[in-house]
């Protein structure tokens, strides 16, 4: 088994993505086949796109030429430098021979060069076996500990517009002095340094277990190169912001949605400004946000979000919603 480093020319290579796109839909699936997962086009879109805060580096694991296994690390650059995330994917038949254990010694040994000392990784698991699963097994074999659950949840689309209306009159005797506003695609060039500052906040004020994270640094040549890694996935961003009289972004909702082919939608975050909560800000967001992705496709089929378990905020929306639970998502660290 040889562990190799993807190159920008191998990642160019239609070929060499197809058959690392194809391990991690399998080993990804696997007793999970009916969750939504990327098309290659998205996978290929995202592998390919740069971001000025997060160094991407992508390895795969070979049996003679059989590519049996991949690992993606993404190291961040501009905020919590002392930390590093992974995802690593061994495929089916391949597993219980060491090389998922291989591959994570492979990342924790570029990290800690790099002078990180926590590395990060995530794994879906089912709520009835979360606790001996051996995805989790195996993290805690390789020295990792859990570090926060969150719960996935589904909503079936499409809702009805009534309903929808329903949280849109539920919340609007509290939106005095706000107004809501939906962009597709853009956002308008006097709105990008106030989302930028309020997605930024989204890691220190969410609930991250174990692990406390450092204000993100959001610029607006991130927040572009988001857009360009949307538009080379086939996606669009459905983006509803509130905003004061004085056009700050206070608070916004996010949904990721094919422009054709797949039906499932990705709830991409939610969040309020912590000086403007205690006015459904995030509800209202959510349910216009909505409205506006049913008014652009009428044949999609699903919403997907995930939260912690602990954000009582967020779950009591998404309850309210009708989003139920259907896995979780196990967080682990290491300390290096």
Same mark, same amino acid.
């Given at each position: ?124 698991? /089912?709520? %009835?076996?979360? !606790? ?10 390789? &020295? #990792?500990? =859990?570090?926060? $659950? ?9 809702? /009805?517009? %009534?309903?929808? !209306? ?10 005095? &002095? #706000?107004? =809501?506003?939906? $962009? ?153």
């Amino acid at each position: 088994m040889e562990i190799r480093e993807l190159t920008a020319d191998a990642l160019a290579d239609d070929d060499v993505v197809r058959q690392l796109y194809e391990v991690s839909r399998r080993a990804q699936l696997f007793g999970r086949e009916s969750q939504p997962f990327w098309s290659f086009q998205e996978f290929a879109g995202a592998l390919r796109s740069t971001d000025i805060g997060e160094r991407q580096e992508v390895f795969a694991a070979y049996d003679g030429d059989r590519l049996v296994a991949g690992a993606i690390l993404w190291s961040f650059l501009l905020d919590n430098t002392e930390k590093a995330w992974f995802e690593l994917s061994v495929d089916v038949p391949d597993r219980r021979r060491g090389i998922g254990r291989a591959l994570a010694t492979r990342l924790e040994e570029l990290a800690r060069a790099d002078g990180r000392t926590l590395i990060l990784s995530d794994a879906k698991l /089912p709520f %009835d076996d979360r !606790e001996a699963h051996g995805y989790r097994r195996f993290a805690e074999a390789c &020295g #990792y500990q =859990l570090s926060n $659950y969150e719960v996935v949840r589904h909503l079936p689309l499409p809702v /009805p517009d %009534d309903r929808i !209306e329903e949280w849109i009159a539920e919340a609007t005797p509290r939106l005095e &002095g #706000y107004t =809501l506003h939906t $962009y597709v695609d853009e956002m308008p060039a006097d709105l990008v340094e106030s989302l930028c500052v309020l997605l930024g906040q989204l890691g220190v004020d969410a609930p991250t277990g174990a692990v406390d994270f450092e204000e993100e640094a959001m610029t607006p040549e991130r927040f572009a190169e988001m857009l360009e890694r949307d538009t080379a996935m086939g996606r669009s961003r459905f983006e509803t912001v509130a905003l004061t009289p004085d056009r700050q972004v206070v608070a916004q909702s996010t949904l990721s949605v094919p422009r054709s082919g797949g039906t499932e939608v990705f709830q991409w975050g939610t969040f309020v400004h912590r000086q403007h909560r205690g006015h459904k800000l995030g509800l209202a967001a959510k349910a216009v946000n909505l409205r506006a992705v049913q008014s652009f496709r009428d044949d999609l089929t699903l919403v997907t979000t995930q939260n912690a378990e602990t954000n009582g905020y967020m779950v009591s929306i998404n309850e309210r919603m009708g989003f139920r639970p259907v896995e979780v998502s196990a967080e682990f660290v290491k300390h290096l």
